[in-house]
C-alpha cells in the first residue's frame, strides 16, 4: 500500500505533467512522454527507489491518456543543454520529455522534476517537492 507522501509526490509530478500538457493533448492525437530515469542521490542505499517512483508516475502518465517511452542516455541529463534536449525528444519521436532528481537525507525526501515541451521547443519547466518524516513501503 502506497504511503500519503507517495500519493501527493507521484500527483505533484502528475499535475505537473498534465499543467504542462496542452489542454486537448489527451485528446485523439495522443500526446507520448520521454521518460529519463530518475536521479537518486542519498547517503543511505535507496534500493529500487528510483524505478519505483518512476514505474509510478509512468502508471498515472497513461491513466491520463499519453503514451510514456523510456529515455537513456549515457551522460548526466541534469547536466545536458536544452538543444540536446530538444534533439534528443525529436530523434525519440516524443511530446514531452521528463527528467528529475530524488534527494533523500534522513526522513527528508524532495524532488525537483523538468518537464520539456519537445514540439514547442520552449525551455523546460521545473517542479519541486519536499516531504518530512516518510516511510518506503512501495509493493514488491
Known sequence: MK???QKAVVGLIL???VAVLPANAMGADQKSVGMFPLKVLSEQDSGQLGSRIESMISENIVVEGA???SMESH???TM????TLQTMGLRQGVDYLLWGT???AGQKI???VKVK???AGTAPVSFFSEARGWKISFPP
Open 67 to 69: 503514451l510514456v517511452t
Open 117 to 119: 515541451d519537445v514540439i
Open 15 to 17: 499535475i505537473a505533467v
Open 3 to 5: 504511503t500519503w507522501i
Open 110 to 112: 524532495s524532488m525537483d
Open 102 to 104: 530524488v534527494f533523500i
Open 80 to 83: 545536458v543543454d536544452d538543444s
Open 75 to 77: 551522460e548526466d541529463i
